[in-house]
Nanobody
Framework: QVQPVESGGGLVQAGGSLRLSCAAS????????VGWFRQAPGKEREFVAG????????TYADSVKGRFTASRDNAKNTVYLQMNSLKPEDTAVYYC???????????????????WGQGTQVTVSS
C-alpha cells in the first residue's frame, strides 16, 4: 500500500511563498508521476501541477503557471511543490496523488490517480 503524506502547508500573506512536500513509503513511488490538486471551500477539487516519474516532464494549471514549480527527489521518495507569489485565491486544501500507471507523464485527470494523501491546508491572507 502506498500512502502519500503531504506537509508544509500553513498561513502566509499574499505575495509570500510556501513549499509543500509529498512523501510516500516504498520504492514504487519513485517510478510514478505525481499530481498536485487543491480544493477550496465550496469548490470542486482541481488540478494544480504534475510531475513525471523522472522529474523531466511537468505540467501546470494556467492559474499557477510561472508561480508554482513541481520537483522531486526520488532518492527520498518525495515530491515538492514550490509556491511563490501566493494569492488569496490559492487558499485551499492541497493534495498529492500518485498516478495509477508507472513510467508515464503526469495527467490532469483526477481519475488517473489511485493513491491520495490526506491533504494540507494552505491559507493566503490578503
Amino acid at each position: 500500500q502506498v500512502q502519500p503524506v503531504e506537509s508544509g502547508g500553513g498561513l502566509v500573506q499574499a505575495g509570500g511563498s510556501l513549499r509543500l512536500s509529498c512523501a510516500a513509503s516504498g520504492r514504487t513511488f519513485s517510478t510514478y508521476a505525481v499530481g498536485w490538486f487543491r480544493q477550496a471551500p465550496g469548490k470542486e477539487r482541481e488540478f494544480v501541477a504534475g510531475i513525471g516519474w523522472s522529474g523531466i516532464s511537468t505540467t501546470y494549471a494556467d492559474s499557477v503557471k510561472g508561480r508554482f514549480t513541481a520537483s522531486r527527489d526520488n532518492a527520498k521518495n518525495t515530491v515538492y511543490l514550490q509556491m511563490n507569489s501566493l494569492k488569496p485565491e490559492d487558499t485551499a486544501v492541497y493534495y498529492c496523488a500518485r498516478l495509477a500507471r508507472p513510467l508515464t507523464v503526469p495527467s490532469m485527470a483526477q481519475g488517473q490517480y489511485n493513491y491520495w494523501g490526506q491533504g494540507t491546508q494552505v491559507t493566503v491572507s490578503s
